[in-house]
């Protein structure tokens, strides 16, 4: 059985994240896994790093305010990471996500002379990232190269998680959605979950 974590990340709950979210929670629902779901915005996560934990980054990282969030980090076997691009970054509060549970000890160590980092989410089988864009697909691959995934892929889950399979699903141009792309969209998702838990 699969663990699988699900991270949310719109402020909407009539948001086309939030339907997706759904949709993802509920195709998990027929397949063999254990499945938990963090809102982020629902659940009011706060996505500054706070003083006392950055100044333990290296020491022993203070843990003491993100016990629940690191325990659901450190026993899934596959994240799905569900939320909208903006300005071709992360919402604030995913990319705080990502500062304060993705922390040394938690998902890294230091190397002794803080040359390099060392994985430590050897737990993770697959990342599955879900995103809508508003921009059209040149934009974001021709003029930005895709920043999004490329620091998704390389420098937080290729260093965190280096064995871990990727699939990114970006949906270009979310406002102008109709239901044949919202089926297409819904196929394709489906499709990488059904590869990523059999």
């Known amino acids: 059985m699969s663990n699988v974590l699900v991270i949310s990340a719109h402020p909407l709950k009539d948001s086309l994240c939030a339907h997706l979210t ?11 896994a254990m499945v938990a779901h963090r809102d982020l915005y629902d659940q009011h996560f706060d996505p500054r790093l706070r003083p006392e934990e950055r100044a333990s980054f290296y020491k022993t ?32 509060i995913l990319k705080g996500w990502f500062d304060r549970v993705w922390a040394p000890g938690v998902a890294f ?8 980092l060392h994985p430590k989410l050897d737990n993770l089988k697959h990342v599955i990232a879900v995103t809508t864009m508003g921009s059209p697909w ?15 892929k390389t420098a937080l889950v290729g260093v965190c998680a280096p ?25 394709r998702i489906q499709t990488t979950l059904a590869r990523a838990i059999g």
């Open 22 to 32: 759904e949709q993802i929670k509920a195709g998990l629902a027929t397949r063999d």
């Open 61 to 92: 990282y203070d843990q003491s305010r993100l016990k629940e969030e690191i325990a659901e980090l450190e026993a899934a076997n596959i994240l799905i990471l569900v939320f909208p691009t903006w300005w071709f970054g992360f919402p604030a």
């Open 109 to 116: 160590d230091h190397a002794a002379d803080l040359s390099t």
């Open 138 to 152: 040149w934009v974001d691959r021709l003029i930005l190269w895709r920043p999004v995934r490329r620091i998704l």
């Open 163 to 187: 064995k871990a399979k990727f699939d990114f699903i970006v949906q270009y141009q979310a406002e102008k959605m109709d239901p044949r792309k919202l089926d297409r969209l819904l196929h």
